[in-house]
């Protein structure tokens, strides 16, 4: 007989008929993850179970967006596969399936285990990833080591798109002013923490060189306490700009904001890195540097083809996507409800199309055969 736990009153039972919960793997401030083991497949999995996402407007529309890019993206090699999407009995709560990753880059780092050859192979997978990302006019906007997940061989996969957002690449100028609160403090563009919404995918590389040199230090780079302090850190290491760099980040603060701070004396990369290769504070340089416009801070197809990852580097496997169109405006708030149904709609379109791929498969075992080889088929949320 099954043992009541606490988490049975946390996990609905229509989810624990499907799952076996192993043991919590993390907590956030709105869910909490647990590894479990699927009754049918026998394979492991992690589940997430999002608390009332639904019942609040700004909640329901970060869910929705995270949802529809996740089911977009799916399917590249270093992005996350979601499997299921369940809805809770309350209408409120939702829980979504993912593989299962044994680890993170968080407790990698502070495990102090990583040799040159991986951390250059995770930032060739990360910019590998990045390139999928930003090529369907997505910003991911919450690069760090916990979102970054590992299993034993050193693959990585990209999670947590709660945050991404869509952003018009071909009308960056006039793009729409966006939500200045992006990501983790620690790993935030410095165009941002200079009070910038007009920003654009160069976040996501500026956040890449500080995940690198978080790897190479064992520590975070920039460790700010607030967000003048995180800024005291970055001029700490890359000076204080110019007046064109200042301009660059398109802040009508920024200029007041500097004026404010203490003048520091910058402490070079090569002191900050001692023992790191010629390449390696080249990439670091083009990552942490102020002007986020190409030619300045590297692109990740400009990173692709650093010499830092040369040895990993093969374009015909570095796919694009095409441009995601989220169905639901995303410079528009609707109603709760209105996600609600934006989301079910999409599960239930999944299902259709999952179920009619397996059927053709069935009817021509000879396109199955061929299938063995090859990834697994999408999964129905």
Known sequence: MHKRTDTDEIVGKHVLRRLELCHRIGNGAHGMVWKAIEKRTRRAVAVKKCFNVLSRVRDAQQMYREIMYLHRLTGHDNIINMQHVILAGNGQDMYITFEYMQTDMYAVIRAAILTPIHTKYIVYQLLKALKFIHSAGVVHRDIKPSNLLLNDDCHLKVCDFSLARTLDLDQLATEAPLTGYVGTRWYRAIELL????????????????????????????????????????????????????????????????????????????????????????????????????????????????????????????????????????????????????????????????????????????????????????????
């Open 194 to 381: 200079l009070g910038s919404t007009h920003y654009t995918v160069a976040i996501d590389v500026w956040a890449v060189g500080c995940v690198y040199a978080e790897m190479l230090l064992g520590r975070p780079v920039f460790p700010g306490a607030s967000t003048t302090g995180q800024i005291v850190k970055i001029l700490e290491l890359i000076g204080r700009p110019s007046i064109q760099e200042i301009e660059s980040v398109n802040s009508a603060y920024a200029s007041t904001l500097l004026d404010m701070l203490p003048i520091v004396r910058p402490v070079s990369f090569v002191e900050m890195f001692p023992n790191v290769s010629a390449e390696a504070l080249n990439f670091l340089s083009q990552c942490l540097c102020y002007n986020p416009k190409r030619g300045n801070r590297c692109s990740v197809i400009d990173g692709l083809r650093h010499p830092l990852v040369a040895e990993f580097h093969d374009a015909d496997d570095e796919p694009s996507s095409t441009k995601i169109c989220l169905g639901l405006n995303d410079k528009q708030l609707f109603r709760a409800i209105e996600y609600q149904r934006a989301i079910c709609d999409a599960v239930s379109k999944r299902k259709l199309t999952a179920r009619k791929l397996e059927r053709a498969l069935m009817a021509n075992p000879a396109r199955t055969i061929l299938m063995e080889n090859e990834e697994t088929l999408p999964e129905p949320f």
